[in-house]
């Protein structure tokens, strides 16, 4: 149940369908119920704040498996990412509603199909390939 909870949290902005509807961000109460006072104030946490936002981006494509990867071998205990979901339904891992930042292909996932996606690199703009 927490796991669930902290996904929903943790997804501020994931994308349903084929509309560009978001989920708004969860109430800061419970926010605060469910991790914790805030790391950068002085009040005592139990709390592991190592989250790797889209896994380790810098080191390798975000979200990509090499990135999840790299980040627990640097030591994250959380990755953040978001979901987005294709024209049939799949659920995958990505930052933003459209493939154009991170690929070669231009538009939004939704109006790609699963089997589509999985023929993109999603290593050909990042700093690593070039």
Do not use: Q
């Not at 902290?6 to 708004?24: D, G, K, Q, R």
């Not at 993109?120 to 990042?126: A, P, R």
């Amino acid at each position: 149940m927490l796991i669930n909870r902290l996904f929903i949290i943790m997804s501020s902005h994931s994308v349903l369908a084929s509309s560009s509807l978001c989920l708004p961000p969860p109430p800061t109460a419970l926010v605060s119920a469910i991790l914790g006072p805030d790391p950068l104030t002085s009040a005592p946490s139990t709390i592991d704040w190592e989250v790797a936002h889209r896994a380790a981006s810098i080191d390798a494509p975000e979200n990509s498996l090499e990135a999840v990867r790299l980040a627990a071998e640097n030591g994250a205990k959380w990755v953040e990412f978001d979901i987005s979901f294709t024209a049939d339904m799949v659920a995958v891992a990505f930052h933003d509603n459209t493939l154009d930042r991170v690929t070669t292909a231009s538009g939004p996932i939704s109006s790609y199909m699963y089997k589509e996606l999985t023929k993109l690199d999603l290593g050909v703009k990042h700093p690593s390939d070039m």
